[in-house]
């Protein structure tokens, strides 16, 4: 395969190469969805912006979709170069169909205002595109059913820099167990995208001792994408 100049673009057309009917990224061991009978699923063919929310709005993958009240696809400008990646939606974005409406959505708002940055200049996405009941973790099944969506995103976006909120995304997207302290503070090449990693605004809300650190990281984000889009 010859290289352009979108190495997303180049990983995502390898995997599909290799991997024909597939769409995982680094494939993990096919299991069975034990909730649904079938075979945990990814999207097997490349669906524009359209396709792909139709396609999450319909899935019936999970448990998940007899709880969900909406599905939360994602908000925010589809050509942005800052992606935000959180975990799950909660109770108002459940009720809202829109990731970070809530108490901790307030939060990120007001860092994002304090680097200058606004909802309409970022897109953000969870890792699950419904509210696990009673805003539990998710599970590693819900995950793997969920994360090709995600992949998709990232792939249309095409973002200069993602930021994981939280551990769940963290370790979803880097493939580690290491905990979020020492995931802190560095740059990962995610498939030719740098990708930092700082805390969930929820936790902040739960740790307000967390609040420095966050927002170290959250200058640290401004001066790397700054340096990357070329702003002053």
Known sequence: ???SDNPVRDFFLQQAELFTDEFYFEPP???TDTETGGLTGAVPEPLDWEELETRVRDCQKCALA???TQVVFGAGNRNAGLLL???APGQQEDLQGEPFVGRAGQLLDRILAAIQLGRQEVYIANILKCRPPNNRTPSSAEIENCEPYLLRQIELIQPALIVCLGLTA??????VE???RDLRGNVYNYHGV???VTY????????MGLKKYAWEDFQNIQKLYKAKSGSQ
């Open 66 to 68: 007899r709880t969900r």
């Open 1 to 3: 395969m010859r290289a």
């Open 200 to 207: 969930h605004p929820a936790a902040l809300l739960r740790n």
């Open 85 to 87: 990646i959180g975990e």
């Open 29 to 31: 061991a096919r299991q």
């Open 178 to 180: 290491t905990n979020l």
């Open 194 to 196: 740098d990708l930092v």
């Open 170 to 175: 963290a370790q979803t997207l880097l493939r």
